[in-house]
């Protein structure tokens, strides 16, 4: 039963996904915390994996950048693969002030530029917002001592902006006034679709750089490979 973007069968994915946006870090990601990964689509070069955690099933896919590709796979995922959870792992740029390189946030709620979910309640704005339990079970990880977090953890609204260099002026500063912490580009679209399925979804997301302090910023290679912490929360949720 494959689709038009996953050459995959009923019951090669697990009922929970890790979905970080870039398909190298969906294998390293496997290949660093499944048992017996294996490789169940690679359609585009989109990599999917499924193997076992603590003797249960996981999956982990990667997304590609923006709103319309997560949205693509994240459907798919739901709607044809029995998909129950998806769990972003991605990178992020720091907003807020008390939020650095390094940090992780869960995304309780995401803004949005984009036009996406303005086309699924006529004359609504929708409310783009992570499943509670998720967002609670990432949170209550973050507080285990015996998780091994190493780094600061914030919990709160982000948002999942269209463009990646072009930002209007000013409006970086005007949402960290009201509170945003970090920008990324998929979890707004990523919340729309587990509602149109009525699944669960969140964002767990390291923060990579700093849109107004630049000066310690990761490098192509740390964004592919610094996220443990997030990580660690993302598997807690993903298996709650
Ligand atoms: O690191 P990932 O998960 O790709 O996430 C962030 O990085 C990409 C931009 O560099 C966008 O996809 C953004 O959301
Ligand atoms: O979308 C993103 C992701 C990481 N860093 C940014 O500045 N923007």
């Known amino acids: 039963m494959a689709t ?46 499924t193997g076992t955690v603590d003797g249960r099933p996981l999956s982990v896919m990667g997304s590609g950048m923006g709103q319309p590709s997560c949205t693509i796979y994240a459907t798919e995922l ?37 036009s996406m979910n303005q086309l699924r309640v006529p004359g609504v704005h ?13 949170w209550r990880a973050a507080q285990n001592p015996a998780s091994g977090i190493r780094g600061r953890v914030h919990a709160g609204t982000i948002i999942s902006r269209d463009h990646f260099y072009l930002t209007p002026e000013g409006q970086t500063e005007r ?40 000066s310690k910023d990761m490098s192509s290679q740390d964004r592919e490979t610094r996220f443990q912490d997030s990580l660690t929360l993302a598997v807690a949720a993903a298996l709650s």
């Open 126 to 138: 929708f409310s783009a917002v992570a499943d509670f339990r998720l967002a609670d079970a990432a």
């Open 175 to 214: 949402l960290a006034r009201y509170g945003t912490l970090c920008v990324e580009m998929e979890a707004a679209a990523l919340y729309g679709v587990a509602a149109e399925f009525g699944t669960q979804a969140l964002a767990v997301l390291t923060v990579s750089d700093h849109l107004l302090d630049h």
């Open 4 to 49: 038009a973007h996953i050459a995959a069968q009923p019951g090669d994915f697990a009922p929970a996904v890790l979905m970080p946006g870039d398909p190298r870090r969906a294998q390293r990601i496997a290949e660093a915390i499944l048992h017996s990964p294996r490789l169940v689509t690679d359609v585009r070069g989109m990599l999917g994996f």
């Open 78 to 114: 739901f709607g044809q693969f029995g998909v129950e959870r998806i769990i972003r792992v991605g990178t992020a740029g720091g907003i807020a002030e008390q939020v650095e390189v390094g940090d992780v946030v869960i995304a309780t709620g995401a803004h949005t530029d984009s």
